[in-house]
């Protein structure tokens, strides 16, 4: 099940939805190589990838969050964290040729960014729209 980016996910935040929308790319770009092949090399290399990108996109959202003194940014930033060690230990299962089904990964990658765009990175987005700071991020 591919995931198309759609206007609900879209915070009003330029470089964030940006971001969100690539780490969608790269979910689908992983969904079309799974229907492919089954070979489970670029399986790791798009779990590198979309943990790599999600550092990126995270600590630009952590910077925001800082700059905007968002009340809720050590529980968010947690949030962060433990996704990152999720797809670091998938990673690493997966290179010492453990056998995970890599539609599970995907689909847990899919459901927590879904999930956390909607809740977590909108909350943000809302302490953001309360003291009018959003109009610099179009
Ligand atoms: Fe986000
Ligand atoms: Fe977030």
Redo the contacts with the bound molecule.
């Keep these: 099940m591919a995931t198309s980016w759609d206007n609900s996910y879209s ?1 009003g935040i330029r470089v ?1 939805d940006d ?2 929308k690539k ?1 969608f790319e790269m979910i689908d770009a992983f969904y079309d190589q799974i229907s492919k092949s089954s070979d489970i090399k670029p399986i790791i290399a798009l779990v590198k990838g979309l943990k790599e990108y999600a550092k990126t ?2 600590s630009a ?1 952590e910077m925001i969050m800082k700059k905007h003194d968002f009340p809720g940014f050590i529980a968010h930033k947690a949030k ?1 964290d433990k996704f990152i060690e999720k797809a670091a230990e998938y990673e690493d299962k997966l290179m010492k040729g453990a056998i995970l089904l890599p539609s599970e990964i995907v689909n847990f990658v899919k459901t927590w ?1 879904v999930q ?2 909607k809740i ?2 909108r909350s943000y987005s809302m302490h953001m729209e309360k003291i009018d700071v959003k109009k610099n991020y179009l």
């Design positions: 915070l964030v971001q969100h780490l996109h995270f959202e962060h960014i956390h765009i977590e990175d």
